[in-house]
């Protein structure tokens, strides 16, 4: 019975390939339009979409093609080839600006980008792209039900971006290059004063200028210690990591320590 089965089944396959084959190869563009359709429905995304691709010509000013231009957007979508169906779903948003269907492929541009950006240590070129896109797409539909989804992405695409540039900066402490770094995490504080970084940024900001104030040349020294002391303070205001605090700590009281004996110096010389 089982063997049965698999005969049927085998047969079943084969008749169903030498179908496809028959229409892809022929030239009735009708049998290749309903043969695209029945491919769609049934999950069959490639031999879809190479169909659609055969007739997209032949049904341009065609009343059907906006249903065929958003079907065909939706099998690349599912391929994985995320940038040409972000393509094919904007033409159809060009075409179609009025269409029912428009505000959902203004969500799948969204999904598209959100799907090509890439870790955080690669180039974040699709990531910023994603994040245009989805300012686009929530001015343009305020209200979608889609909205809280955009959201989502895109406080994870920002957290990407912050993540990227956080360590981009700690890359230059890491190299012992403490004033860019400074610089670094100074802007990086300006540009995400709302990071979930913030507290590492700070932390890190400060152990760069306390390195370089006690690997300073005297007559620079006291201006940097106080700097660092300082860059201290507003770390301990804003921190609520017991392990940074405890860091940051012993940090300072060496800077504590240089600046005492600075000042004890001073006094001795005199």
Known sequence: MKKLILIFASVLLLTACSEYQKVYNGNDIQAKYKLAWKMYKAGKY????????????????????????????????????????????RKFTRLYPESSKAEEADFYIVKAYEALSPTYSLDQGYTVRAIEEINSFLKKHPYSKY??????????????????????????????????????????????????????????????????????????????????????????QKSKDTDLKTKAKKLYDKLQKAMDEMHQNVISEK
Do not use: C, W
């Not at 990086?188 to 979930?196: E, F, N």
């Open 147 to 236: 909205k809280d989804e955009v959201n989502a992405i895109n406080q994870k695409l920002q957290r990407k971006l912050e993540r990227k540039y956080f360590e981009i900066s700690k890359m230059y402490y890491d190299l012992d290059r403490y004033k860019a770094a400074i610089r670094a995490f100074n802007n990086y504080l300006v540009d995400y004063p709302g990071s979930y970084l913030k507290e590492k940024a700070l932390f890190y900001r400060y152990k760069a200028a306390g390195d370089l104030a006690l690997n300073s040349v005297e007559s620079k020294k006291e201006k940097r210690l106080k700097t660092a002391m300082q860059y201290y303070q507003n770390f301990v």
């Open 46 to 89: 490639n031999k879809a979409d190479q169909l659609f691709s055969q007739v997209d010509k032949f049904y341009k000013h065609k009343p059907v093609y906006q249903r065929l231009l958003f079907a065909h957007a939706m099998s690349l979508y599912h391929m994985k080839f995320y940038q040409s169906a972000g393509e094919k779903f």
